[in-house]
């Protein structure tokens, strides 16, 4: 155990400080809920866009943002928007489409200095098999992504599971 530990303080002793605040970097995630009805998903209202946003914006400040039950899927761009309104920059991420019955979407939102490359769903990850019940086969894929955050990459991998 306590190599380990030595291990991770060399390794944040080690990180680089230039484009981010601190040696770290901040990686969240954030089931947000949009909720699902019997006709599909339940768009994120307006009011609680703005409110989520300004948490994000004061409270949380990441550097990457996984975002779990996002619907519609502009949602996370206007969360993007609100928060850099509330004082702190992000931007969406692209991501690839999901199946057209899935109203529980997997984002990912950004400082806009951090660099998101080979965003892809990670196939199978949905789990469904044959005989599952028919609300599994509305379940969303895991997203992965690498991320640059100034000299320190990783792989990102965001899921909901259900």
Same mark, same amino acid.
């Given at each position: 155990?306590?190599?380990?530990?030595?291990?991770?303080?060399?390794?944040?002793?080690?990180?680089?400080?230039?484009?981010?605040?601190?040696?770290?970097?901040?990686?969240?995630?954030?089931?947000?809920?949009?909720?699902?009805?019997?006709?599909?998903?339940?768009?994120?209202?307006?009011?609680?866009?703005?409110?989520?946003?300004?948490?994000?914006?004061? @409270?949380?400040? %990441?550097?990457?943002?996984?975002?779990?039950?996002?619907?519609?899927?502009?949602?996370?761009?206007?969360?993007?928007?609100?928060?850099?309104?509330?004082?702190?920059?992000?931007?969406?991420? @692209?991501?690839? %489409?999901?199946?057209?019955?899935?109203?529980?979407?997997?984002?990912?939102? @950004?400082? %806009?200095?951090?660099?998101?490359?080979?965003?892809?769903?990670?196939?199978?990850?949905?789990?469904?098999?044959?005989?599952?019940?028919?609300?599994?086969?509305?379940?969303?894929?895991?997203?992965?992504?690498?991320?640059?955050?100034?000299?320190?990459?990783?792989?990102?991998?965001?899921?909901?599971? @259900?």
């Amino acid at each position: 155990m306590k190599r380990v530990i030595f291990l991770l303080a060399a390794a944040a002793f080690f990180l680089p400080t230039v484009g981010f605040a601190g040696p770290t970097a901040r990686i969240a995630a954030w089931n947000i809920a949009s909720g699902r009805s019997n006709t599909g998903g339940t768009p994120i209202p307006p009011d609680r866009i703005e409110r989520l946003a300004n948490v994000i914006a004061a @409270k949380i400040k %990441p550097d990457v943002m996984v975002l779990e039950e996002v619907w519609p899927s502009t949602a996370s761009e206007d969360l993007a928007k609100a928060a850099t309104k509330a004082g702190f920059e992000l931007v969406a991420v @692209k991501m690839p %489409p999901q199946a057209s019955d899935v109203v529980q979407l997997v984002s990912v939102l @950004k400082r %806009p200095s951090v660099q998101l490359t080979d965003v892809q769903l990670i196939d199978k990850s949905n789990d469904i098999v044959d005989g599952d019940d028919p609300e599994k086969k509305t379940t969303r894929k895991a997203v992965q992504a690498k991320v640059k955050i100034d000299h320190f990459d990783f792989y990102l991998v965001g899921v909901h599971l @259900k």
